[in-house]
């Protein structure tokens, strides 16, 4: 949709660089952080393998905020809030580094992730309101190319900083990009409202409350100082909040995310294969980074650069993603692909100290690999048979479902490390806690297959999504 109000070419010019560095920040807070969670531990006088609450507290936040995003735009106005949203990403970032225990620490990312969450959406909405449709998918191209970035040396980054400065200097890079950014949107960030919807708020905190007590139930299982009472307690809370919304959902008129979206099967299918296969790939890299450090001696910058062939399978193969699934069509390319990235992620059980460096770098570019592919397809037919009029809030739901499944990765991960390590676990018997965890993440991962097999490829053939339109 082009512009209501008249711009200058160079604001034309500089705004889509502006949204990619607000989109390379939170991309890469998201893979740098990982590495660093041994030192966090024992500068934090925590036990390394219950450190998740830091990597959850991030996630769950932008899962729960982004479907607020839209409405503060429209409400407050594009600048206001993107300004805003980069003052607190900022903010949380230096109370992150001056953090002294494991409580502030998580508190300090929710604040964190607070901005995170409305930096992209806000960003991506601008774009999308000032420039022509022949234009769109062109800008957002190179809005996307710093979240390939991101993750490539996000991991190598923080190992470096850990190995060689301080655990802190992960959050304090984010201050200079910050308070640059924050300027450079005062200056070429339109302040952009719209039509002041009504906003569902009674169905936005029983669908919170859902994710929010959902989440802290399967941490909870990880973390020996919750009882299993209190853990029952709280998913069964979560369980009944999600129940109301959906309740709630169905008789209003404007609710958060309609049921109606859940009458197109390829819709459904979608989002629950991404909850289930998402379990795995959102667990790895809280994983890898710490299995290699506790378990088979790395240091942190040798296991940051580990990493890399992760996020380099993953920018290899997207090219073929298209031509592949145009050739097996989607119920075959996602229930193949899905077995393998299940056998792939539980592979990694073999791992132990006489493993081969080449061959360990070889297993994770494939996962990164399979895993590019999985995410392109599962977008891709999520979304492919909505109607239009059900295409943005489809969208909304499934970012939000990312960012949930990822939390509930690393939750289920944590829950699995910590269920298979016995008090005061060290050496071989720490090794075998990981390698029950890779097997048990992996087969969370494959009973997304079974999903898969429910879908019919002549229910999505006719409309082409581009992957810059998925975000991922």
């Known amino acids: 949709m082009p512009s209501p109000v008249p711009l200058d070419d160079r604001t034309l010019r500089v705004l889509p660089w502006l949204v990619a560095v607000a989109f390379f920040m939170q991309t890469l807070d998201g893979t740098i952080l990982n590495t660093a969670l ?16 830091v990597v959850i507290a991030y996630m769950l936040t932008v899962a729960l905020l982004i479907p607020v995003s839209g409405w503060l735009a429209d409400r407050f106005g594009t600048r206001r809030v993107f300004v805003s949203a980069i003052v607190l990403f900022s903010l949380g ?15 300090s990312r929710v604040v964190q992730g607070a901005g995170g969450a409305l930096m992209l959406p806000v960003g991506r909405l601008a774009i999308l309101r000032l420039y022509p449709r022949s234009d769109f998918v062109r800008v957002m191209t190179l809005v996307a190319l710093p979240g390939l970035i991101g993750p490539l040396i996000g991991p190598t980054l923080g190992g470096w900083l850990v190995q060689y400065a301080s655990w802190h200097w992960i ?15 005062l200056r070429f960030m339109p302040e952009l409202t719209g039509e002041r919807m009504r906003f569902d708020g009674v169905g936005f905190v029983f669908f919170g409350a859902a994710m929010v ?25 979560g369980i009944a909040c999600l129940a109301v919304y959906w309740l709630h959902a169905a008789r209003v008129r404007q609710p958060l995310f309609s049921p109606a979206l859940f009458h197109t099967r390829s819709f459904s299918v979608g989002i629950l294969g991404n909850v289930f296969a ?15 450090q506790l378990a088979l001696g ?47 992620i539980a592979s990694l059980a073999l791992l132990d100290a006489t493993t081969p460096l080449p061959l360990l770098l070889l297993q994770l570019a494939l996962i990164g690999m399979v895993n590019s592919l999985q995410f392109s397809a599962m977008n ?79 229910e999505v053939v006719g409309r082409d999504l581009k992957s810059e339109e998925l975000g991922e």
């Open 38 to 53: 041994p030192a966090m531990a024992r500068d934090l006088a925590q036990d390394p393998l219950r450190m998740q609450g």
């Open 93 to 107: 970032s230096l109370l992150c580094a001056l953090s002294q225990s494991l409580a502030q620490l998580v508190a």
């Open 171 to 185: 959050f304090l890079v984010n201050l200079p990009v910050g308070v640059l950014g924050a300027l450079a949107a």
């Open 213 to 237: 007590l959902i989440t802290i139930a399967l941490e909870g299982l990880g973390s020996v100082q919750m009882p299993h009472a209190r853990v029952m307690l709280l998913l069964f809370g």
């Open 278 to 292: 998402r379990l795995g790939s959102g667990a790895l890299p809280f994983l890898v980074p710490l299995v290699l």
């Open 298 to 344: 790395y240091s942190p910058a040798q296991a940051g650069m580990t990493m890399i062939p992760l996020a380099l399978g993953a920018m290899a193969i997207k090219p073929l993603a298209k031509p592949l699934i145009d050739r097996f069509g989607y119920r075959n390319t996602l229930t193949g692909n899905t077995l393998l990235l299940g056998a792939l």
């Open 380 to 458: 891709t037919v999520t979304l492919i048979g909505l109607r239009d009029e059900h295409a943005s809030s489809g969208n909304s739901l499934l970012a939000v479902v990312v960012q949930l499944s990822m939390s509930l990765g690393v939750a289920t991960a944590a829950a699995l490390l910590g269920g298979f390590s016995p008090p005061g676990a060290e050496g071989e018997a720490v090794l075998r806690a990981f390698q029950l965890t890779f097997l048990g993440v992996g087969g969370l991962a494959t009973l997304a297959a079974v999903l898969f097999l429910q879908l019919d490829d002549r």
